[in-house]
């Protein structure tokens, strides 16, 4: 008997074990300069302006932007809103998700790039990294280093004061929905030594403001370009509203290849060269690590962090700018001009996200212009259907809810109508503070021989003593039972 193998024996593949998840490789990304990166630091300057700001802003004696979800108000400057007031968080978010929409359509991943909390705070977070570590090299050379007494003294100040910046975030955070000097004066222990009643600090808000800022530490200290690339939902799904008319951070082969390292002074042609020095500066200051010369990819975050590196480079070189540039694949193949590529980018489907994006805009607007500031609800007592008072007339009994939207008190009269002798035998009017709300019990009174047996449609009519334009109708019934 033959004991040999055979042959499909020998040929059996080996099995190679493959990870789940790639393993992540350090990124030290350099710092750049030039006219994106300025305007990217202009907009991480207005961005934190409004948001470490907006808490502190005063407006008619309190905070000018607080969501009180204990108390179900929410104050943004003059308006106040309430939970009936829900449609206009939905019109937000549809007018924020169809904003996405055209600037994505139009110009790639600008949100991304620019006004993203993730990047915005990365970009923070790097840049005091830079400052107390040093710059790309340093920081390589440093953490490959054993640890010293210098090495424990960096990385100590680095961290700490990404924690200081982090739980400063997180109580900005927790500003927005519990006054912020109530919140500063407990956490500071003021409140502690003031009278009872004064503001302590709760297990919620200690809870937030820790969470808060151990998300802005991990996300943009730790975890960087991983949020990018594997958490968040939009770089997987950006293809879907990119076409080839799109404008897009892109690298210009037919320019730059082939490319390769040469003196400033020789002639590039003569050597068979394009313009790309093979420098990698557009990898090195690249917050996610690509290499945009390998074509459009899910990872860039379209910062043109690239761009500024590049430019530098031509321009030291004597090239012209732009080798990577803003521009579209139907661009770059068809080397359309400037004008043509404004012209393509008014195609029709972003006109129709731009035209209901404004026409929902616009209804918004003139929604809350018109807004009424006042509003009103009826329930009837169902516990007494209707009664006899008097040996004359049916009562009817109804509890309204009256809501002072304003930051004003008014006096609020209360007239019935819609049925003969219909008449407020009581509630008829009322003080509302600012922004408040009051039940008020109200009774009806019927002549008994004026109205049939049964339900009768009866109109309730709310309005400010001192200002007749604040007014509300609500309708409800009447009810007469038989026998009466």
Same mark, same amino acid.
């Given at each position: 008997m033959n004991d040999r193998p055979i042959a499909s024996e020998?040929?059996?593949?080996?099995?190679? #074990?493959q990870p789940l998840y790639e393993v992540r490789k350090e990124i030290y990304a350099r710092a750049v300069s030039g006219w994106f990166a300025r305007w990217r630091w202009t907009l991480v300057f207005l961005t934190q302006l409004v948001y470490y700001g907006g808490p502190w802003l005063v407006w008619n004696g309190r905070q000018a932007v607080l969501f009180d979800l204990v108390a179900r108000k929410f104050y943004i400057f003059g308006i106040v809103f309430w939970p009936q007031d829900f449609i206009y968080l939905t019109a937000l978010l549809v007018i924020s998700a169809l904003s996405l929409f055209v600037f994505t359509a139009v110009a790639g991943r600008l949100w991304c790039g620019y006004a993203c909390?993730?990047?915005?705070? &990365?970009? $923070?977070?790097?840049?005091?990294? %830079? *400052?107390?570590?040093?710059?790309?090299?340093?920081?390589?050379?440093?953490?490959?280093?054993?640890?010293?007494?210098?090495?424990?003294?960096?990385? =100590? =100040?680095?961290?700490?004061?990404?924690?200081?910046?982090?739980?400063?975030?997180?109580f900005t955070f927790v500003g927005y929905f519990t006054p912020i000097h109530e919140l500063g004066a407990a956490i500071t222990g003021v409140a502690a030594a003031a009278t009872p009643g004064a503001p302590q600090l709760g297990p919620w808000e200690i809870f937030w403001v820790l969470f808060y800022g151990f998300a802005t530490y991990g996300n943009a200290g730790w975890m960087r370009e991983q949020v990018? *690339?594997?958490?968040?939902?939009?770089?997987?799904?950006?293809?879907?509203?990119?076409?080839?008319? &799109?404008? @897009?951070?892109?690298? +210009?082969?037919?320019?730059?290849?082939? %490319?390769?390292?040469?003196?400033?002074? =020789?002639?590039? *042609?003569?050597?068979?060269?394009? +313009? /790309?020095? +093979? /420098?990698?500066?557009?990898?090195?200051?690249?917050p996610t690590g690509i290499d945009i010369r390998d074509g459009l990819q899910y990872e860039c975050i379209g910062c043109a962090a690239c $761009?500024?590196?590049?430019?530098?480079?031509? !321009?030291?070189?004597?090239?012209?700018?732009?080798?990577?540039?803003?521009?579209? #694949?139907?661009?770059? %193949? #068809?080397?359309? &001009?400037?004008?043509? @590529?404004?012209?393509?980018?008014?195609?029709?489907?972003?006109? !129709?996200?731009? !035209?209901?994006?404004?026409? @929902?805009? $616009?209804?918004?607007?003139?929604?809350?212009?018109?807004?009424?500031?006042?509003?009103? +609800?009826?329930i009837r007592d169902r516990g007494s259907l209707s009664r006899e008072v008097e040996g004359r007339w049916v #009562?009817?009994?109804?509890?309204?809810?009256?809501?002072? &939207?304003?930051?004003?008190?008014?006096r609020f009269v209360i007239r019935a109508g819609g049925a003969p002798t219909l008449q407020?035998?009581?509630?008829?009017?009322?003080? $509302?503070p600012g922004a408040a709300t009051r039940m008020v019990p109200v009774r009806l009174r019927v002549d008994m021989g004026k109205l049939a047996a049964g339900t009768h449609k009866i109109e309730f009519d709310v309005a400010a003593a001192d200002d007749a334009a604040i007014a509300a109708h609500e309708r409800s019934i009447f009810l007469v039972q038989s026998g009466k």
């Open positions: 020998l040929a059996k593949p080996e099995l190679v #074990e909390p993730q990047t915005v705070y &990365t970009e $923070i977070f790097m840049w005091i990294e %830079r *400052k107390v570590e040093g710059d790309r090299v340093a920081r390589m050379r440093l953490d490959q280093q054993p640890m010293s007494a210098r090495k424990f003294g960096l990385k =100590a =100040a680095k961290h700490g004061l990404w924690a200081v910046l982090s739980l400063w975030t997180g990018c *690339k594997y958490m968040c939902p939009y770089a997987r799904f950006q293809s879907a509203m990119f076409d080839p008319d &799109t404008l @897009i951070i892109t690298y +210009d082969p037919g320019r730059g290849e082939p %490319r390769g390292p040469r003196a400033r002074n =020789a002639d590039a *042609k003569a050597l068979g060269l394009g +313009d /790309c020095v +093979d /420098c990698d500066l557009c990898v090195q200051v690249c $761009i500024d590196g590049c430019n530098q480079v031509m !321009a030291r070189m004597g090239y012209p700018k732009g080798l990577i540039r803003y521009t579209t #694949e139907n661009a770059l %193949r #068809e080397r359309l &001009t400037p004008s043509q @590529i404004l012209a393509r980018s008014l195609r029709p489907r972003v006109l !129709a996200y731009t !035209a209901i994006l404004w026409a @929902i805009i $616009i209804a918004i607007a003139v929604t809350l212009y018109t807004r009424v500031p006042l509003k009103v +609800d009826v #009562e009817n009994t109804y509890r309204l809810q009256i809501m002072n &939207t304003q930051e004003v008190a008014h407020v035998a009581e509630g008829d009017s009322i003080e $509302i």
